[in-house]
């Protein structure tokens, strides 16, 4: 099955700067997923943007979507400390209902 | 932390050792996943249940045996296991299958070293 693939792989910015990590995916999808994971732990369910959906917010997330270039992309905006972690995306393939995941994108939020 | 529970949270075991690790959901939710998760390596999943039912077996070597004895929980019996089965075990859950517009909630995971 197609995974998502995230770019970059890491990110250190200050505290109080935008993070942007992109993701792109090969076919096409259901819906597509991002998630964090904190240090060794499990993983926290962020945003799901439908295929027929372009953006969506969620407090200081923004997720957007282009089907037509087979990506998305995440911007955290004014970041914090607490935003340090590991954010991959999934993806959920049209008539399946597995989720697959990409490597991830690791960001350090420096003080 | 999620209404997902995993234990032990740490295990070590020998390369002849039998263990079990153990999934407990709370969240009344009616299927259940494992995934494996490497360093630098994407999310692997391994087994899918959905209303105790095996639905998804993803080429899972024979020394990893589930085992889904009602919605809520769900077991990873081990044995035999090699080095590189090291890493972090991850359940997780969802109200019916993923991909159908549904978020998954996943426990802390059990990290898993094998000697």
């Known amino acids: 099955s197609q995974q998502g693939e995230e770019d970059p792989q890491a990110l250190s910015i200050q505290e109080g700067e935008n993070a942007t990590m992109n993701c792109s995916y090969k076919t096409s999808i259901n819906n597509l997923q991002w998630y964090r994971q904190n240090s060794g732990r499990g993983l926290v369910h962020l945003i799901l943007?439908?295929?027929?959906?372009r953006e969506k917010h969620s407090g200081r997330l923004r997720v957007t979507l282009d089907t037509s270039k087979k990506s998305s992309s995440l911007l955290i905006t004014a970041s914090r400390a607490a935003d340090t972690a590991s954010y991959f995306c999934?993806?959920?393939?049209?008539?399946?209902?597995?989720?697959?995941f990409g490597a991830g994108t690791t960001v350090t939020v420096r003080a | 932390e999620t209404g997902v529970t995993q234990t032990p949270r740490h295990l070590v075991m020998g390369m002849t050792n039998k263990k079990s690790l153990k999934c407990e959901q709370h969240?009344?939710?009616?299927?259940m996943y494992w995934y494996k998760q490497s360093a630098k390596k994407p999310l692997e999943l391994m087994f899918v249940?959905?209303?105790?039912?095996?639905?998804e077996n993803n080429s899972v070597p024979s020394r990893f045996s589930p085992e889904c004895p009602n919605s809520s929980h769900l077991f990873l019996h081990l044995h035999t296991l090699q080095p590189e089965d090291s890493a972090l075990y991850l359940c997780?859950?969802?109200?019916?299958?993923?991909?159908?517009?549904?978020?998954?909630?996943f426990g802390p995971g059990t990290r898993l070293t094998v000697l």
């Open positions: 999934a993806t959920a393939e049209a008539n399946d209902y597995k989720l697959s």
């Open positions: 943007i439908r295929s027929n959906e």
């Open positions: 249940y959905n209303f105790k039912e095996q639905t």
């Open positions: 969240l009344g939710h009616n299927a």
């Open positions: 997780a859950s969802s109200p019916g299958l993923a991909g159908l517009s549904v978020e998954q909630f």
